[in-house]
């Protein structure tokens, strides 16, 4: 295809810049796709190919703009023109009945009431400059708060450009899904991380990372509820106003109502208590309000809040229920979790009968024991969890629950390694592993085998016709039709998927083996740099290391694996069924590496970071050609020592290596990203 002409190329990116804004409206605003994935993915990748060919067409509104990637030293001060107020509250009818009194005390113009789902996230300000979206903050202390618009420019549903050229400041609560959050918690917990409290702690940890390329991925949305300096878009309601945000492309939350009398509002509330539990988003109250703006000023403010709104809180629901036993369960990767087999318990919504214990230090933390009753809730109202023990009805010959010695699928020594707060097998063989490895082989983002869901798998694993990932490319249509609910029709399906998944490229079945360390970004770029399996199995760890992004702790994974006498035997599985084992991706662009202050050094980090967690800190040092250990030792070129730091750090002090403070830390990743 013919390069366009720069003059061809400006006219192009603004029916495309258009385009794409109009169908991302339509898919994260109104939850209406208007295009398939596919071909919005056309648009863009068209626009990402005329931005590389002319840069001086970059705008900050372009959609190419929102991935993230800004490495922050920290996050400057906000002050807000007009101060980001908090609302009082209420916990009952009798509450509402009295501030609805006080109202009408203070004037005599008629109340209409407008009421709003209270959604439980962050509140965030936005300021957009002739309809350009210029500067996104957090609420902070109401009056000041903190710079986060490189973070809240990745959140999709924040348009940069709005279908008016408004100048003014909206207001509004970033929130993480309820199927986000359960999903960033697993994936978490899978790699033995610390996992969020509820989603509110999420969409906050989120929106305050220093690396937007996190947020990035966390998929926060968003919902705006109020304005400030915003005058020239002559709304006089609440309800024109929200009318008027979402008519110019800001997301606004149709839940809401409008009401006469606050018994009506309260019958509103009762509807919504029965709801909330089938809301994709967490709530954690209703926001009533004074909707028209000329009574709203009549009836004034206190120092720290609005006369005219309250907004009304659940009461959190806990429960007792007793714990009967503990099972522990083995993960893909050898993290061994324990779960607290408890007496079924009604709690917000549904029966619960397990709640997971995460790993072996919040269990001793916890001292959950067989035997106790325990308080529990579900953290965001989605997961069960244990607040605590009831010690008063605790028996006198209770003893603190033995931590697992063992693998409890196939009775391995278990390891609890250093840096980690999980237990783990690390057993090739464990058949647990093997079974939640045939699940990952065959998910979406590796093989894409469709038809063979977790069910399926588990029958295959269970009657033995599959021993391992390659045993699936022997399966034929009499091995299949053995399963429940397993037709002819299915059966055919699920091998013609197998067949087509033999052409996948590389990448797919890197991704697929499930190699400790290597996500799905990471298999694409070893095998891009390497190409065939063989190349990739012969590859050393400084081959590996040298790649831009690679550090020490993915080499050394990736060594280990392809030097396990089962991996060679799994392979040559794979190349007698027919599987391709060659990179079919676009080759690889070589681009000088940036020089850092970390290529090369070997670095320790010890005691508790702010910032960033212990493994997010690691993946940033490693991306830019640094090597973090766990030990200090004469060849460790300085350590990094935050909260509470132990023996590490005297070791470093007796050996004389430099010792650096988080702050100096984040100040070399700021300088090395520039």
């Given at each position: 295809?013919?390069?366009?002409?720069?003059?061809?190329?400006?006219?192009?990116?603004?029916?495309?810049?258009?385009?794409l804004?109009?169908?991302?409206?339509?898919y994260?605003?109104?939850?209406?796709?208007?295009?398939?994935d596919?071909?919005y993915?056309?648009?863009?990748?068209?626009?990402?190919?005329?931005?590389?060919?002319?840069p001086?067409?970059?705008?900050?509104?372009?959609?190419?703009?929102?991935?993230?990637?800004?490495?922050?030293?920290?996050?400057?001060?906000?002050?807000?023109?007009?101060?980001?107020?908090?609302?009082g509250?209420?916990?009952?009818?009798?509450?509402?009945?009295?501030?609805?009194?006080?109202?009408?005390?203070?004037?005599?113009?008629?109340?209409?009431?407008?009421?709003?789902?209270?959604?439980?996230?962050?509140?965030?300000?936005?300021?957009?400059?002739?309809?350009?979206?210029?500067?996104?903050?957090?609420?902070?202390?109401?009056?000041?708060?903190?710079?986060?618009?490189?973070n809240?420019?990745?959140?999709?549903?924040?348009?940069?450009?709005?279908?008016?050229?408004?100048?003014?400041?909206?207001?509004?609560?970033?929130?993480?899904?309820?199927?986000?959050?359960?999903?960033?918690?697993?994936?978490r917990?899978?790699?033995?991380?610390?996992?969020?409290?509820n989603?509110?702690?999420?969409?906050?940890?989120?929106?305050?990372?220093?690396?937007?390329?996190?947020?990035?991925?966390?998929?926060?949305?968003?919902?705006?509820?109020?304005?400030?300096?915003?005058?020239?878009?002559?709304?006089?309601?609440?309800?024109e106003?929200?009318?008027?945000?979402?008519?110019?492309?800001?997301?606004?939350?149709?839940?809401?109502?409008?009401?006469?009398s606050?018994e009506?509002?309260?019958?509103?509330?009762?509807?919504?208590?029965?709801?909330?539990?089938?809301?994709?988003?967490?709530?954690?109250?209703?926001?009533?309000?004074?909707?028209?703006?000329?009574?709203?000023?009549?009836?004034?403010?206190?120092?720290?809040?609005?006369?005219?709104?309250?907004?009304?809180?659940?009461?959190?629901?806990?429960?007792?229920?007793?714990?009967?036993?503990?099972e522990?369960?083995?993960?893909?990767?050898?993290?061994?979790?324990p779960?607290?087999?408890?007496?079924?318990?009604?709690?917000?919504?549904?029966?619960?009968?397990?709640?997971?214990?995460?790993?072996?230090?919040?269990?001793?933390?916890?001292?959950?024991?067989?035997?106790?009753?325990?308080?529990?809730?579900?953290?965001?109202?989605?997961?069960?969890?244990?607040?605590?023990?009831?010690?008063?009805?605790?028996?006198?010959?209770?003893?603190p629950?033995?931590?697992?010695?063992?693998?409890?699928?196939?009775?391995?020594?278990?390891?609890?390694?250093?840096?980690?707060?999980?237990?783990?097998?690390?057993?090739?063989?464990?058949?647990?592993?093997?079974?939640?490895?045939?699940?990952?082989?065959?998910?979406?983002?590796?093989?894409?085998?469709?038809?063979?869901?977790?069910?399926?798998?588990?029958?295959?694993?269970?009657?033995?016709?599959?021993?391992?990932?390659?045993?699936?490319?022997?399966?034929?249509?009499?091995?299949?039709?053995q399963?429940?609910?397993?037709?002819?029709?299915?059966?055919t399906?699920?091998?013609?998927?197998?067949?087509?998944?033999?052409?996948?490229?590389?990448?797919?079945?890197?991704?697929?083996?499930?190699?400790?360390?290597?996500?799905?970004?990471?298999?694409?770029?070893?095998?891009?740099?390497?190409?065939?399996?063989?190349?990739?199995?012969?590859a050393?760890?400084?081959?590996?290391?040298a790649?831009?992004?690679?550090?020490?702790?993915?080499a050394?994974?990736?060594?280990?694996?392809?030097?396990?006498?089962?991996?060679?035997?799994?392979?040559?599985?794979?190349?007698?069924?027919?599987?391709?084992?060659?990179?079919?991706?676009?080759?690889k662009?070589?681009?000088?590496?940036?020089e850092?202050?970390?290529?090369?050094?070997?670095?320790?980090?010890?005691?508790?970071?702010?910032?960033?967690?212990?493994?997010?800190?690691?993946?940033?040092?490693?991306?830019?050609?640094?090597?973090?250990?766990?030990?200090?030792?004469?060849?460790?070129?300085?350590?990094?020592?935050?909260l509470?730091?132990?023996?590490?750090?005297?070791?470093?002090?007796?050996?004389?290596?430099?010792?650096?403070?988080?702050?100096?830390?984040?100040?070399?990743?700021?300088?090395?990203?520039?």
């Amino acid at each position: 295809m013919k390069k366009r002409t720069l003059a061809e190329s400006e006219e192009r990116v603004v029916t495309l810049r258009e385009e794409l804004s109009k169908h991302s409206y339509a898919y994260y605003v109104l939850d209406k796709p208007s295009i398939t994935d596919q071909e919005y993915d056309q648009l863009y990748h068209e626009l990402v190919e005329i931005e590389t060919d002319y840069p001086e067409l970059i705008t900050s509104e372009s959609p190419t703009q929102r991935v993230g990637g800004t490495i922050l030293p920290g996050f400057e001060k906000v002050t807000h023109d007009v101060p980001m107020l908090s609302l009082g509250n209420a916990f009952n009818q009798t509450d509402l009945l009295n501030f609805d009194q006080r109202v009408k005390r203070l004037t005599d113009r008629p109340i209409q009431y407008i009421c709003e789902l209270k959604i439980d996230g962050l509140a965030v300000s936005l300021r957009y400059k002739n309809g350009i979206f210029q500067q996104g903050a957090t609420r902070g202390d109401g009056v000041v708060g903190e710079d986060i618009t490189q973070n809240l420019r990745t959140v999709k549903a924040i348009p940069l450009q709005l279908a008016e050229p408004y100048t003014f400041e909206v207001r509004g609560e970033c929130y993480m899904p309820k199927a986000s959050f359960a999903k960033l918690n697993e994936e978490r917990d899978e790699k033995g991380l610390e996992i969020f409290a509820n989603p509110r702690n999420a969409a906050a940890g989120s929106l305050r990372q220093l690396n937007s390329k996190v947020t990035a991925s966390r998929n926060l949305n968003v919902y705006l509820y109020s304005a400030a300096n915003f005058d020239e878009l002559e709304v006089d309601s609440q309800e024109e106003l929200l009318k008027k945000l979402a008519a110019i492309g800001l997301r606004t939350n149709p839940e809401r109502r409008l009401f006469d009398s606050i018994e009506e509002v309260w019958s509103f509330i009762e509807e919504m208590t029965a709801k909330r539990q089938q809301l994709p988003y967490e709530i954690d109250g209703i926001v009533i309000k004074v909707n028209d703006f000329a009574t709203q000023e009549e009836i004034g403010y206190t120092v720290k809040a609005p006369r005219w709104a309250i907004a009304y809180k659940f009461p959190a629901e806990i429960k007792e229920t007793v714990v009967r036993t503990i099972e522990w369960t083995v993960g893909r990767t050898g993290v061994v979790t324990p779960t607290a087999i408890m007496d079924p318990v009604f709690v917000a919504g549904s029966t619960v009968q397990r709640a997971s214990l995460h790993n072996i230090d919040l269990l001793q933390e916890k001292d959950v024991r067989i035997g106790d009753t325990v308080l529990i809730h579900k953290a965001g109202d989605i997961i069960p969890e244990i607040l605590g023990v009831v010690l008063e009805n605790r028996s006198s010959d209770s003893e603190p629950y033995p931590i697992p010695e063992t693998c409890p699928a196939c009775g391995s020594q278990l390891a609890h390694l250093e840096e980690e707060v999980a237990l783990r097998c690390l057993n090739p063989k464990c058949p647990a592993q093997i079974k939640e490895g045939l699940s990952h082989f065959v998910s979406r983002n590796a093989m894409n085998i469709s038809g063979l869901g977790e069910k399926v798998v588990s029958q295959m694993f269970e009657k033995r016709l599959v021993k391992d990932v390659a045993g699936l490319y022997t399966l034929t249509m009499e091995d299949l039709l053995q399963l429940e609910k397993i037709k002819e029709k299915s059966a055919t399906n699920i091998l013609n998927a197998i067949d087509a998944s033999r052409d996948n490229s590389l990448e797919r079945l890197l991704f697929g083996l499930g190699i400790r360390h290597v996500g799905a970004k990471a298999a694409r770029m070893l095998a891009q740099e390497f190409e065939t399996i063989e190349r990739l199995m012969t590859a050393t760890k400084e081959e590996i290391v040298a790649i831009e992004g690679f550090g020490e702790i993915i080499a050394d994974s990736v060594v280990a694996y392809f030097s396990l006498p089962e991996v060679a035997d799994l392979l040559e599985e794979f190349r007698q069924s027919g599987v391709n084992l060659t990179y079919k991706g676009s080759k690889k662009i070589t681009i000088a590496p940036q020089e850092s202050i970390w290529q090369g050094k070997t670095v320790v980090l010890t005691g508790k970071l702010n910032h960033y967690t212990r493994q997010e800190a690691t993946e940033m040092i490693e991306n830019l050609g640094g090597n973090v250990t766990s030990s200090v030792s004469k060849s460790t070129d300085w350590i990094v020592a935050g909260l509470d730091a132990g023996s590490k750090l005297k070791k470093a002090e007796s050996l004389g290596i430099p010792i650096w403070t988080e702050a100096e830390m984040l100040e070399h990743l700021e300088r090395s990203e520039r």
